[in-house]
């Protein structure tokens, strides 16, 4: 990859470091679309799939119309713009906006039918179950998501588990996409230390003990981020952050124990995407995430625990 003509890439408002041994490209695995076995060898070794235009641009694109219009109606968007180009406006609104699945046909067919279960049915070996809840996100020119590993959020099920980042339009680097740090999810310290913990739980034993809210209580940090600092992380784990410039069309697929981040949004566009989540069906799913409300039920989940 061609460094010298990126860019200047930030992620929380820090600069990345583009030199080769510390960011690159995606590696696609097109390729290897149709032997499970070599998918599931190259998950193992990087801890993602990478495949463009996997996916039906048509209806992804679909899909994010219906998004959109219901951005303009409730005000989110730039009037003096075609909808479709999803042009930020005049607020302050960001982040997950998980009603933009509801009644979106197109979406949940994209994710949930077709290709995507046909991927998943290939790369898992079995029939496959996906969480019923759908992360859809609105990003606005802004910070992007801090480092995480899905498995803090979701480990109370299999841990062969996964995650889709579908990309929901053109994400090219200044409107700021989804980063991965290289076979992360291969850091024994990581997988024993954070990646044991559970959003969800927090210590009875501890001062600021905090059912409420999200993550917190002495457990983890609050939000379930495992750093606020994209730059000094991979300097401590080391590897890459490796991403790309999205297209509608492109599907990205991490284990729950790859830590990520997303690159900040420096356009004046609404960057749209969903993370939805795939497994065999056979295995014990995570009861958080299933149902019509589980955003609403949460606080029947928090745990508490002697730390
Ligand atoms: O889209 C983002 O900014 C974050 C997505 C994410 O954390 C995920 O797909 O698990
Ligand atoms: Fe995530």
Partial sequence: MDTTTLPRLTSLHQELATSPEKFGELRSSIDALDDAQALR?????????????????????????????????????????????????????????????????????????????????????????????????AMRPDAGTPPHCDIVYMGRGTTNLYTSWTP??????????????????????????????DADEYCTNRRQAAPEGDGGGGNISSGGWLSKNPVKLRDNLGGRWVTTEYRAGDLLVFSVYTVHASLDNHSNRVRLSSDSRYQLASDPIDERWMGDDPLGRRMAYKRGRIC
């Avoid at 339009?169 to 980063?179: A, H, V």
């Fill in 41 to 137: 060898e190259r998950m193992q070794e990087d801890g993602y799939l990478y495949l463009p235009g996997y996916l039906n641009r048509d209806e992804v694109l679909a899909a994010r119309e219906v998004m959109l219009e219901r951005l303009a109606e409730a005000g989110w968007l730039d009037p003096a713009y075609p909808t479709m180009e999803a042009v930020a406006g005049d607020n302050d609104t960001t982040g997950a906006r998980p009603d933009l699945v509801q009644d979106n046909e197109p979406l949940r067919r994209l994710l949930y039918s077709g290709r995507m279960i046909e991927f998943y049915t290939r790369f898992l070996g079995g029939e496959v179950a996906h969480f019923d809840f759908t992360w859809t996100r």
């Fill in 168 to 197: 929901l339009g053109d994400i090219p680097y200044e409107i700021g996409g989804l980063m991965i740090l290289e076979k992360s999810h291969r850091i024994e310290r990581l997988r024993a230390g954070y990646g044991s913990k």
